[in-house]
């Protein structure tokens, strides 16, 4: 399934009053790179995945990318999510690479990437963590949803047992950023108390074993009627819905391509962003402070 990108797509233009720079075109053309092998491989296994976040509202008010934004973000129904990270690894061809914590280590449970190896695309937690080996490509973000439980002590052992792996997680990042440097860094590498955490679990069980305790976690509930992005994010508020507002599935344009929306997209975006017909420049959670669509990030990273 080749993706055709017409010329004049790579043009700098001005969008929303925002001057959208050809390198940033090029940006976007990878990350629709990637989106076109993860339709290809949910079309292929019939798994469901759908637009998220800005990815959505771009869908619904740009038809395409917010002007300002770097990212590409889409989520998966848990079930849905599994069965992908399964087939994933090996159905991607080079240059692009599947990111999760069973494939990158150091990769946190939250989400998955796909990346092109072949370019650069770096957060500020990848450059942390990068020591030489850690992928960089330019990547599209893919976010499981959970079910969240209804009965009072099933959400409560819920709530407790996704706080603390998450926290043990966090101590494990904190112990591995390869980057930071000074006594207050030192300090915290030692004695901070998720790291403190990290330290008791890590007696039993190593970073895929507790990644994989979250997820189960995550996905332990018997009975559900709202879902939010429980690996990532926790019981925010803004990031839980009502699960039946994804039972309906519309294709909505995106750029010169198309993309899965809910068709409920209206109460979605409303409990996360409120008015998000409004514009609303900057905020985003994965800002690349480097990328680069045209030098592969071992070369890129190397001169930085």
């Known amino acids: 399934m080749e993706l055709h990108i017409p010329n004049s797509f790579f043009q700098e233009e001005e969008l929303c009053g925002h001057i959208v720079t050809a390198k940033t075109k090029k940006l976007w053309a990878t990350q629709l790179g990637c989106l076109q092998e993860l339709k290809r491989i949910c079309a292929k296994h019939n798994i469901l995945f759908f637009a998220s976040g800005g990815t959505l509202i771009g869908a619904v008010r740009?038809?395409?990318?917010?002007?300002?934004?770097d990212g590409l973000d889409v989520m998966m129904p848990y079930e849905d999510y599994m069965r992908f990270c399964e087939v994933a690894p090996r159905e991607l061809p080079h240059p692009y690479f599947f990111q999760n914590y069973q494939t990158e280590p150091g990769f946190g449970p939250a989400m998955s990437r796909i990346r092109n190896s072949e370019t650069t695309g770096c957060t500020s937690y990848d450059i942390s963590m990068a020591d030489g080996n850690y992928n960089c490509g330019v990547f599209i973000d893919i976010f499981p949803l959970f079910g969240i439980e209804c009965g009072r002590w099933g959400l409560l052992k819920q709530k407790f047992l996704i706080n603390f792996w998450k926290r043990t997680?966090?101590?494990?990042?904190?112990?591995?950023?390869?980057?930071?440097?000074?006594?207050?860094?030192?300090?915290?590498k030692h004695f901070h108390p998720n790291a403190l955490l990290w330290n008791f679990v890590n007696l039993f069980?190593?970073?895929?074993?507790?990644?994989?305790?979250?997820?189960?976690?995550?996905?332990?509930?018997?009975?559900?009627?709202q879902m939010g992005l429980l690996s990532?994010?926790?019981?925010?508020?803004?990031?839980?819905?009502?699960?039946?507002?994804?039972?309906?599935?519309?294709?909505?344009?995106?750029?010169?391509?198309?993309?899965?929306?809910?068709?409920?997209y209206d109460p979605i975006l409303r409990t996360q962003y409120g008015d998000y017909m409004k514009f609303v420049k900057g905020g985003q959670i994965h800002t690349?402070?480097?990328?680069?669509?045209?030098?592969p990030y071992k070369e890129k990273l190397f001169r930085l």
């Open 169 to 188: 997680i966090a101590g494990y990042e904190i112990k591995r950023t390869t980057k930071q440097r000074g006594w207050k860094w030192t300090i915290k």
């Open 232 to 264: 990532f994010t926790g019981f925010n508020p803004k990031l839980i819905w009502n699960r039946d507002w994804f039972d309906d599935i519309i294709t909505l344009p995106f750029e010169f391509t198309e993309i899965p929306c809910p068709k409920e």
């Open 62 to 69: 740009h038809k395409g990318f917010i002007p300002w934004d």
């Open 288 to 295: 690349m402070v480097h990328y680069d669509p045209d030098t």
């Open 205 to 225: 069980i190593d970073h895929v074993g507790v990644s994989k305790k979250l997820l189960n976690v995550c996905a332990s509930a018997k009975s559900y009627s």
